[in-house]
């Protein structure tokens, strides 16, 4: 019912930058919040940023003055730009959406593949 697809990812050098997109689509009638999760090699998930449709924003700890979330509601798009990256940063990220469908109408939660993200020290 409803499709993620992310892109952005890749290798980079330490302080360098990225810009990961996530696009959902489907049978969305109203899109509640988007998020980033990533998972290190041996780590559990974790949230790195999220954003509701009121464009409120959490990050983690670690993150926050080095990335900015962003919420394209039109293109039901959310954007995760990373600054001074650190090897620390590398691991694979998940778009999370939480979304209202169609036929039937339920809220959701919905899951990309993930795309790697690799930062050298």
């Known amino acids: 019912q409803v499709q993620l697809v992310e892109s952005g990812g890749g290798l980079v050098q330490a302080g360098g930058s990225l810009r990961l997109s996530c696009v959902a689509s489907?049978?969305?009638?109203?899109?509640?919040?988007m998020a980033w999760y990533r998972q290190a090699p041996g780590r559990q998930r974790e949230l790195v940023a999220s954003i509701r449709s009121d464009i409120t924003t959490i990050y983690e700890d670690s993150v926050k003055g080095r990335v900015n979330i962003s919420l394209d509601n039109a293109k039901n798009t959310v954007y995760l730009r990373m600054n001074k990256l650190k090897p620390e940063d590398t691991g694979v990220y998940y778009c999370?959406?939480?979304?209202?469908?169609?036929?039937?109408?339920?809220?959701?939660?919905?899951w990309g593949q993930g795309i790697q993200v690799t930062v050298s020290a």
């Open positions: 999370n959406v939480d979304c209202t469908t169609w036929d039937p109408i339920v809220r959701g939660d919905y």
């Open positions: 489907g049978d969305i009638v109203s899109l509640n919040a």
